[in-house]
T-cell receptor, first 115, second 112 residues
């Protein structure tokens, strides 16, 4: 158990609906990353936060995607007007803390299915 | 841009050693990682190596890095059925936010 939790674990939605996912890292994780993994592929970077500041967004993150980390603890990822191509596993990872400043620990992921 | 490549599949007998290979293109990589993913689960960090090292051993795992050829390998000694999973290598650049660039994964099947 990495201590990183994600909610929900599964989400089924209809095309055009909005969805929001939550990630709770452990308190020592000053960096938080979001990745997307489609079937049969490796995860791809979406965005990351240093404390509450969002420092980088991938070109994969279209205008329909927004992420926040308001108090530097939990983070949310929202997808507006979902499309079938958004179906994937969304993974978050926490990084930081004593002796583990470069190690990213992943949550179990949220599997999104857009019908 | 960065590119990380792995072979798709490896079959090994229980008790034998497994060797999973990975190549990467970015010579600026700071760290190279190995993650394990079991069905329906998130990614488990197995080990990592700093780019100025050429070998790291951690119990049954040995990581070899050939920086000249940009080649990374993971050797699992005495492979067990519980080692059946998908293994991902990944690279990162610390100065660029340490975001991970993953390969496509190698599915390892351990046969009894």
């Amino acid at each position: 158990d990495t201590g990183v939790s994600q909610d929900p674990r599964h989400k089924i939605t209809k095309r055009g609906q909005n969805v929001t996912f939550r990630c709770d890292p452990i308190s020592e994780h000053n960096r938080l990353y979001w990745y997307r993994q489609t079937l049969g592929q490796g995860p791809e970077f979406l965005t990351y936060f240093q404390n509450e500041a969002q420092l980088e967004k991938s070109r994969l993150l279209s205008d329909r995607f927004s992420a926040e980390r308001p108090k530097g603890s939990f983070s949310t990822l929202e997808i507006q007007r979902t499309e079938q191509g958004d179906s994937a596993m969304y993974l978050c990872a926490g990084e930081g803390g004593q002796g583990a400043y470069n190690e990213q620990f992943f949550g179990p992921g949220t599997r999104l299915t857009v019908l | 841009g960065e590119d990380v490549e792995q072979s798709l599949f490896l079959s090994v007998r229980e008790g034998d050693s497994s060797v999973i290979n990975c190549t990467y293109t970015d010579s600026s990589s700071t760290y190279l990682y190995w993650y394990k993913q079991e069905p329906g689960a998130g990614l488990q960090l197995l080990t990592y190596i700093f780019s100025n090292m050429d070998m790291k051993q951690d119990q049954r795992l040995t990581v070899l890095l050939n920086k000249k050829d940009k080649h990374l390998s993971l050797r699992i000694a005495d492979t067990q059925t519980g080692d059946s999973a998908i293994y991902f290598c990944a690279e990162s650049i610390w100065a660029a936010g340490n975001k991970l660039t993953f390969g496509g994964g190698t599915r390892v099947l351990v046969k009894p």
